[in-house]
């Protein structure tokens, strides 16, 4: 028996590069996946020849904006349309601007908190009512260590991430008694595998000083973690936070 068998999991940023390694790996571990995005399905076709190789029966996707409101709930609705119940959340939507506080505007700020945040609030609002009607099941965030460190002109971001850790750590304990889970999971610098040769001699070498294992992770590395909290196998693991990050630090 595979890790997810049996398991329904929505993976929203879906299409990122984490989203594209959990959308292969769940499914080969036994996994019905309903993957969303705000870009489209067309620009990444080994995505979409999934359904082809899984069937619908294991395999959706939907193009949504996760910082809208009726979007999600739309979303959420098509999940059970399509597959009936929901047992894992894996939740990998961000937006970010690089700017300290006196350049960054107002609006820079709210569409960093918007994307960052509250599509965090959103999608975790609405799937956890299904996941309750379903059971229970597992919740996992995707957080940043820029939620942790300090990194120069990564205010609006590192505030956004740094917030889903309590907001994780009260959804955990506010809904423990219906059978949910929630983590925080919180990855160091990861590449998709295509992106690995693109890394130049100086990339490697700032990673290589603040990073004990001396290299940037994978998408697959980060996801082996989002695997395990997703699975039967973390049923005593709540409210806590992971890191995944080769052991970097400031």
């Known amino acids: 028996m595979s890790m997810l068998d049996n398991k329904v999991v929505l993976i929203t940023g879906g ?27 067309a620009a990444f076709p080994e995505i979409g020849a999934l359904e082809a190789q899984y069937g619908d029966k294991r ?15 739309d979303v959420v609705a098509e999940v059970e349309r399509r597959f009936g119940r929901l ?7 961000f937006a970010n601007v690089w700017k300290p506080a006196l350049e960054i505007t107002l609006t820079e700020w709210e569409d960093t908190i918007r994307g960052t945040l509250t599509s965090t ?17 597992s919740i996992v965030n995707t957080s940043s260590i820029l939620g942790e460190i300090v990194s120069e002109g990564c205010l609006a ?32 610098d990861f590449r998709a595998k295509e992106d690995f040769a693109r890394q130049s001699e100086k990339e490697k070498e700032a990673i290589r000083s603040r990073t004990w294992l001396g290299r940037s992770g994978s998408a697959d590395e980060i996801n082996e973690m989002a695997a395990f909290l997703l699975s039967d196998a973390s049923s005593y693991i709540t409210g806590s936070i992971y890191k995944v990050d080769g052991g970097f630090h400031a």
């Not at 990122?16 to 870009?39: E, I, K, Q, T």
């Not at 395999?59 to 709930?73: G, S």
């Not at 609030?121 to 379903?134: C, E, Q, T």
Request: aromatic share 10%; net charge positive; hydrophobic share 50%.
């Open 87 to 93: 047992n894992g959340t894996y939740h990998n939507v």
């Open 121 to 137: 609030f959103l999608v975790n609002k609405y799937a956890l009512a299904l996941m309750i009607r379903s059971g229970g099941g």
């Open 15 to 41: 299409l990122g590069a984490l989203g594209r390694s959990a959308a292969r790996m769940f499914l080969a571990r036994g996994a019905a996946v309903f993957l969303c995005d705000r870009a489209s399905l």
């Open 157 to 188: 971001y590192g505030a956004g991430k740094a917030a889903i850790h309590q907001f994780t750590k009260v959804l955990a304990a506010d809904y423990a008694s219906n059978g949910i889970r929630a983590n925080v999971l919180v990855p160091g």
């Open 59 to 73: 395999f959706a996707f939907m193009q949504a904006d996760l910082c809208d409101e009726r979007q999600v709930m």
